[in-house]
């Protein structure tokens, strides 16, 4: 079925960086021509980003991008485009403010002598429709569309600019399944008329249903690339998660009677959450498994007073908490460990110190708010020695430490206030080996002298590992709830909804 | 495909790539320390060198520069702005832009002229200083709770402020009574030192240490560096802007202040320093090195921006160059200094 003698895309040896944590690293892969070619793995395996350095959204840190075998760098999108290589992204881009017609030849009009030609533009589009079977006005605002119409717009898009090679990067996260399946009808089209497709997702149905090869990364590691035929859901997620990852495994306490420290009722946000009930008791550690847009990291946010809630009552040692603001939540003894610790987390250009008592900069302070320098390195230095941040030097600046030790200084914010209700949302993501294992330690050893955890994480076995009862979310839901322990695969298949399969 | 790849660069620490090198210094052994001048070594300091070379080059080239008079004068002469340039330093760190700061210069200075003409002279320093901050005020609602670009908030703030301060002079000037009580702190001065530098001097020592040692101060870098993360910290953003802009209206209208005691008049003109007070005040914060994107700065840096601009035109002027040039070269040394900055922090 290749179309093309020679992959029209072949990457060696692919590394990426983002501030000291390896992205991708060594990772080699060949897209054969005229077929569909799925990029799989767990949130923060690297497969977005290997589909946006195809797509010359971004630029790789190591190794060489081959398109028709011809060595590449490309600095921006466009250049991709004008090889030949469309992307459409997870937020689609075309200008909402314009036409159908105009977003479709945007940049490509036929003119004469400067001017657009209207007419032929329309002609043109009228063409391409019908060739592909879509039915969609032109005239129509892009802004008005439905986000599946959008996408048609885009691959639209694509085709009229003789793209060869269309990178998809969660095509379907946000279309119905009747959507879904025309989208696949499109792009076997697509593939029938000689184009290349390379395909990131995580719904592991549509990319057996869909690809002829599937690559598998693992925390942006090449895990192998094969053809689809051979994969199943179950070896597709044991390649995704490893299966025997290293997540260090703690005593669990059953059947703890010590008081409820966080109980959730009923809370509810319009299109986000629904009707959320939780209770975690002081030195009681709950995991919270689920999918990204599962609701997880907004369930979080919204106990933690960073999102309003439509709906619902938290309580805090048994009294109602009326949390509107992260200030509240803050005085009711919740403290909350956000996901991106860049863009929510840390102030880069601040020292760790500043960093280390931000969120209580009072207690370092003089009654009239003159800081008390000294007083402040002290305590933050004994912080910094017992998470075993490296260097421990309270006057450095947070942007110069690794992902590991930054995320220990996000840590160090928190306990420097003595939560009694720690919120951690994805607490290693994108640290190394050993300041995973620390963090591990850290968060069971707080559980052990009575606080309380919720505990978010992507990487199941790091659920699985630490905590004493597992939710399982799903569309904005808990759908499940298991004891200390369960099974992985019960797990993971209640977090991808296994059994309606694409039934979303 | 592992046969062919090139080894693999091993980095023994992630902190490796990508990172910043100014506290790798402070981390690494002895040995490694000053083993050469560094790209943001240069960003960091190198307008405290420029501004001694400047300094430098001044003294020898004319010999009236360095004597106390001259240096006194430049000071004064730079006191208004000065003050505005170290206020509205605390605004832009905490991630916002002023470009009232003329406007409220102006009708600070009218109304100061006003009520010392109409119920006494002691009234002119609470006013002036009160209405500035009422206008700050306003400016600070209006980029926090009606969520208006900063940029456009107070540019349209200026133009209404400068409107009503013609209205109240009716075009033209408010004359004070000849009451020296009123010229006081413009043309006055204790031991040789006028008190306009005195002022200056005490109002960028004052926030320059409310910046860099007080809890206000801590979460201005932290609302300017990470917005979100300061407000996931508990700090309440709203009121900590609003806070900046008060400041920075109240010391606009001190200088306001200042000048029409050095006149001994109000006036609403603002083809004078008023027109140009907003515009000359971001310009010393930036060739300090204050980043204009927030987050990052301080206000000894702009003392050091203003006085070189001061300098540029005092050491310009006694050499006896042509006013454009002064233009041409300030203008090149903001966007010298900028560009540097900007250069250092994309690699």
């Excluded at chain 1, 063409?127 to 079977?133: D, E, F, H, S, V």
């Excluded at chain 1, 089209?189 to 395909?199: E, F, N």
């Amino acid at each position: 079925m290749s179309a093309t003698a020679v992959a029209p895309v072949r990457l060696v040896s692919i590394g990426k960086r983002y501030s000291g944590t390896k992205a991708l690293d060594d990772v080699s892969v060949e897209v054969a021509g005229g077929t569909v070619h799925a990029l799989v793995g767990a949130n923060g395996a690297g497969k977005s980003t290997l589909g946006k350095i195809v797509g010359g959204v971004i630029r790789p840190d190591d190794g060489q991008l081959f398109i028709n075998d011809r060595p590449v760098r490309y600095a921006s999108p466009r250049e991709a485009r004008i090889d030949g290589i469309a992307t459409i992204a997870q937020e689609l881009s075309p200008v909402p403010q314009m036409s159908v017609i105009e977003n479709v030849f945007l940049g490509i009009e036929p003119r004469r002598s400067g001017l657009v030609q209207r007419r032929q533009m329309r002609t043109q589009y009228d063409k391409l429709i019908a060739q592909w079977g879509f039915e969609l006005d032109g005239h129509t605002k892009v802004g008005a569309l439905r986000t599946a119409d959008k996408q048609k717009v885009e691959i639209l898009r694509a085709v009229a600019s003789e793209a060869r090679v269309i990178v998809m990067d969660e095509p379907t996260s946000s279309l119905t399944s009747v959507e879904i399946e025309t989208l696949h009808r499109m792009i076997r089209a697509l593939r029938a008329s000689g184009r290349t497709i390379v395909y990131v997702s995580h719904f592991l149905d549509e990319v057996l249903d869909l690809a002829d090869t599937v690559t598998v990364l693992r925390s942006g590691r090449l895990v192998r690339t094969g053809p689809a035929a051979k994969e199943t859901e179950g070896s597709l997620v044991a390649g995704m998660f490893g299966v025997a990852a290293e997540a260090e495994h703690f005593e669990k306490p059953q059947g703890s009677t010590a008081p409820v420290l966080l109980e959730v009722s009923g809370l509810s946000r319009k299109g986000v959450l629904t009707d959320i009930s939780l209770q975690i008791r002081a030195g009681e550690i709950v995991g919270l498994a689920g999918l990204v847009g599962s609701g997880r990291s907004e369930l979080a946010r919204a106990i933690a007073g960073a999102d309003p809630i439509d709906r619902g009552t938290i309580a805090v040692d048994g009294t109602a908490r009326h949390i509107r603001s992260p200030a509240d939540a803050m005085a009711a003894g919740i403290a909350f460990l956000p996901e991106s610790r860049k863009d929510d987390g840390l102030f880069m250009e601040l020292s760790i110190a500043s960093n280390t008592t931000f969120a209580d900069v009072r207690s370092v302070a003089s009654r009239f708010g003159v800081l008390r320098r000294g007083l402040e390195r002290v305590k933050t230095r004994s912080l910094l020695n017992s998470l075993s941040v490296d260097p421990p030097n309270p006057s450095m600046r947070v942007a110069s430490l690794s992902g590991g030790n930054q995320q220990k200084v996000l840590f160090a914010r928190w306990l420097f206030r003595n939560p009694r209700v720690l919120i951690l949302d994805e607490p290693t993501r994108g640290v190394d080996v050993a300041a995973r294992a620390a963090i591990h330690r850290l968060i069971n050893d707080l559980a052990a002298e009575g606080t309380a955890v919720l505990l978010i994480s992507s990487e199941i076995e790091e659920v699985l590992g630490l905590a004493h009862r597992v939710l399982v979310m799903r569309l904005g839901s808990i759908t499940r709830e298991y004891g200390a322990d369960p099974p992985l695969e019960a797990v993971m298949e209640a977090a991808f909804g296994l059994g309606g399969s694409t039934t979303r | 495909m592992s046969a062919t790849q090139p080894p693999d660069p091993v980095v023994p620490d992630p902190v490796g790539a990508g990172d910043r090198v100014s506290a790798d210094t402070i981390a690494a052994p002895r040995v490694r320390r000053q083993r050469r001048i560094k790209a943001e070594h240069v960003r960091d300091y190198g307008i405290v060198v420029f501004a001694i070379a400047l300094f430098v080059y001044f003294t020898i080239a004319s010999s009236v520069f360095l004597t106390k008079s001259n240096l006194l004068n430049l000071v004064s002469q730079n006191a208004t702005i000065g003050v505005a340039a170290c206020a509205v330093t605390l605004t832009i760190i905490a991630g916002n832009f002023d470009l009232s700061l003329g406007s409220i210069f102006v009708l600070a200075e009218v109304l100061a002229a006003y009520v010392a003409v109409h119920w006494g002279v002691a009234w002119a320093f609470p006013i002036a200083l009160l209405s500035g901050a009422a206008m700050g005020a306003i400016n600070g609602l209006l980029v926090t709770k009606l969520r208006i670009n900063a940029f456009l908030a107070t540019l349209a703030s200026a133009l209404t402020f400068g409107g009503i301060a013609v209205g109240v002079t009716h075009g033209g000037l408010l004359i004070t009574p000849a009451s020296s009580a009123f010229t006081f702190i413009g043309q006055h001065s204790v031991g040789g030192v006028q008190y306009a530098v005195i002022i200056f001097a005490v109002v960028a020592i004052i926030l320059q240490l409310v910046l860099a040692y007080t809890v206000f101060g801590r979460h201005l870098y932290g609302v300017g560096g990470n917005r979100d993360a300061a407000r996931l910290s508990g700090i309440k953003v709203h009121r900590t802007v609003i806070i900046t802009f008060v400041i920075t209206g109240a010391a606009c209208g001190l200088a306001g202040l200042i000048d029409a005691s050095t006149t001994g008049s109000g006036s609403s003109d603002m083809s004078g320093l008023g027109g140009q007070l907003a515009l000359l005040a971001i310009a010393g914060v930036a060739l300090g090195g204050t980043s204009i994107f927030g987050g990052v700065g301080s206000v000894w840096r702009t003392v050091l921006g203003v006085l070189i601009l001061g300098m540029i035109t005092n050491g310009f002027d006694l050499l006896a160059v042509p006013d454009y040039w002064q233009d041409v070269v300030r203008g090149v040394l903001i966007i010298g200094a900028v560009a540097i900055s900007s250069v250092v922090d994309r690699r």
